[in-house]
């Protein structure tokens, strides 16, 4: 289904008296355990003897760093206009006796961009093997959002989708079916303000569920491709996987050179494409320093 007919049915107007009660749902919500962060340890820079490795990605702009820091403790840059980190940032948090390295990412709008602070992204998200992916949108622009969403679904089966800026919506008068989305999308959705740390405990409990395997994510992937394309890509992906075994989502790799992305042929010819295995991209790409709160 197209992002725009899946957001139809997804989005409304909110009437006064839903904005009434939404605001006072939230209130008397304040104090009950599930907004309780007690369980969470930020563990700052300190990512030793990790469990999981959790990729933050997104569009520019969406509040992913702010979701970093609240999980980590750390005091990653932000502000409101899009562009603001151009390296990944690294951090920890412990949750349910786990540790979890989290990965702070440029923000991109597609995997198939070639600027280069959007390739620190997708490089990341294509061959860094997170254990989980947790996706942050901005609720105010949800279809524009949704095309990161349907992409990065294509190439993983662990993802979150972290909907966030909940608050501009409500205040825009934006409804969101976040039960549906979830049912449509095959992840789990959590609608998060994540500037006030609404829905943080929410969302760390999915992480952790994705990352431990107790939640199955059933991601929704677009329509197959015609039979003899399909049997083309099949037989391109197996002599990348035979050339390239460390390589992950071979399947992409072999889509983008039947388009002819000239960067990725390059690549293969240059023997960089080889470098882009878990540990290459963790330890090769730049990182920046960061502050502890
Ligand atoms: N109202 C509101 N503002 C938020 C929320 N989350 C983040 N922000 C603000 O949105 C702006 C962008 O947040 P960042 O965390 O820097 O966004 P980002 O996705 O890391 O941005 P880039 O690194 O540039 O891609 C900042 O001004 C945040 O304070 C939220 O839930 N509600
Ligand atoms: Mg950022």
Same mark, same amino acid.
């Given at each position: 289904?197209?992002?725009?007919?899946?957001?139809?049915?997804?989005?409304?107007?909110?009437?006064?008296?839903?904005?009434?009660?939404?605001?006072?749902?939230?209130?008397?919500?304040?104090?009950?355990?599930?907004?309780?962060?007690?369980?969470?340890?930020?563990?700052?820079?300190?990512?030793?003897?990790?469990?999981?490795?959790?990729? &933050?990605?997104?569009?520019?702009?969406?509040? =992913?760093?702010?979701?970093?820091?609240?999980?980590? $403790?750390?005091? @990653?840059?932000?502000?409101?206009?899009?562009g603001k980190t151009v390296t990944r940032a690294e951090g920890g948090?412990?949750?349910?006796?786990?540790?979890?390295?989290?990965?702070?990412?440029?923000?991109?709008?597609?995997?198939?961009?070639?600027?280069? !602070?959007?390739?620190?992204?997708?490089?990341?998200?294509?061959?860094? @093997?997170?254990?989980?992916?947790?996706?942050?949108?901005? *609720?105010?622009? %949800?279809? +524009?959002?949704?095309?990161?969403?349907?992409?990065?679904?294509?190439?993983?089966?662990?993802?979150?989708?972290?909907?966030?800026?909940? !608050?501009?919506? =409500? +205040?825009?008068?934006? *409804?969101?079916?976040?039960?549906q989305l979830a049912k449509q999308l095959g992840i789990p959705v959590?609608?998060?303000?994540?500037?006030?740390?609404?829905?943080?405990?929410?969302?760390?409990?999915?992480?952790?569920?994705?990352?431990? $395997?107790?939640?199955?994510?059933?991601?929704?992937?677009?329509?197959?491709?015609?039979? %003899?394309?399909? =049997? *083309?890509?099949?037989? &391109?992906?197996?002599?990348? =996987?035979?050339?390239?075994?460390? &390589? #992950?989502?071979?399947?992409?790799?072999? %889509?983008?050179?039947?388009?002819? !992305?000239?960067?990725?042929?390059?690549?293969?010819?240059?023997?960089? &494409?080889?470098?882009?295995?878990?540990?290459?991209?963790?330890?090769?790409? #730049?990182?920046?320093?960061?502050?502890?709160?």
């Amino acid at each position: 289904m197209p992002t725009r007919s899946i957001l139809f049915f997804l989005t409304a107007e909110l009437s006064d008296k839903e904005k009434k009660m939404s605001n006072t749902i939230n209130s008397n919500c304040e104090d009950c355990p599930v907004h309780n962060l007690g369980n969470l340890t930020k563990l700052g820079i300190n990512m030793s003897q990790f469990d999981f490795v959790v990729a &933050l990605a997104g569009n520019p702009n969406t509040g =992913k760093s702010t979701v970093f820091n609240a999980l980590t $403790g750390l005091r @990653q840059h932000t502000g409101n206009w899009p562009g603001k980190t151009v390296t990944r940032a690294e951090g920890g948090f412990e949750f349910g006796n786990k540790r979890f390295k989290i990965v702070d990412l440029p923000g991109t709008y597609s995997l198939l961009s070639n600027s280069t !602070d959007e390739e620190v992204a997708r490089d990341f998200i294509l061959f860094g @093997q997170p254990d989980v992916t947790v996706i942050v949108v901005d *609720a105010t622009r %949800l279809e +524009r959002n949704l095309n990161l969403v349907l992409q990065v679904l294509e190439i993983t089966d662990r993802a979150v989708l972290c909907l966030n800026l909940m !608050d501009e919506a =409500k +205040r825009n008068g934006i *409804a969101i079916d976040d039960r549906q989305l979830a049912k449509q999308l095959g992840i789990p959705v959590v609608p998060t303000s994540a500037r006030q740390d609404d829905g943080i405990p929410e969302l760390l409990k999915y992480i952790y569920e994705v990352a431990t $395997g107790s939640y199955v994510c059933r991601p929704y992937r677009l329509e197959k491709t015609s039979p %003899l394309l399909e =049997k *083309a890509i099949s037989q &391109l992906t197996n002599k990348i =996987k035979n050339e390239f075994p460390e &390589l #992950p989502n071979a399947r992409w790799i072999a %889509l983008r050179l039947l388009e002819g !992305d000239q960067k990725i042929i390059d690549s293969l010819k240059n023997g960089e &494409l080889k470098n882009l295995s878990r540990n290459n991209t963790i330890v090769s790409m #730049p990182k920046q320093e960061l502050v502890t709160a």
